[in-house]
């Protein structure tokens, strides 16, 4: 039987710039792609610019539409410079919370990006 391969995790954005910026400046990702309205960034995740790909996907982009992210996905990054990722954080980030250590024993930030999708950063287990 045939199956499909899982690929990436592609998330609508309103502004290309401003979450290229959050997620290469402030988190260190690195772009592999970079089609303007879609970028494709080396860990697999793959931002698209939302009302293009509305377009693409249902002939138009949606009128009246709520932001993309609403707090049920969490994009989960791991790094061992979890302090040094903090930092790089600009006081205007909509933070859930700082550095905090979980139940589980693993120290992590939880914020939002530019579009409400929820980032999780933590350190390895």
Known sequence: MAKPVFINTLVFVSDMKRSVDFYCHRLG?????????FVQLENGLALHRGP???????????????????????????????????ARMP?????????????????VFRCYDPDGHIVEVGEPM
């Open 52 to 86: 293009a790909l509305e377009a693409t996907m249902f002939g138009a982009p949606s009128g009246e539409r709520s932001p993309y992210g609403r707090g049920n996905l969490v994009l989960y990054f791991e790094t061992d410079e979890l302090e040094a990722v903090f």
């Open 29 to 37: 990702q690195t772009v592999a792609q970079d089609h303007g309205d």
């Open 91 to 107: 006081l205007k980030t909509d933070l859930i919370h700082p550095i905090e250590t979980q139940a589980w024993g693993q120290k």
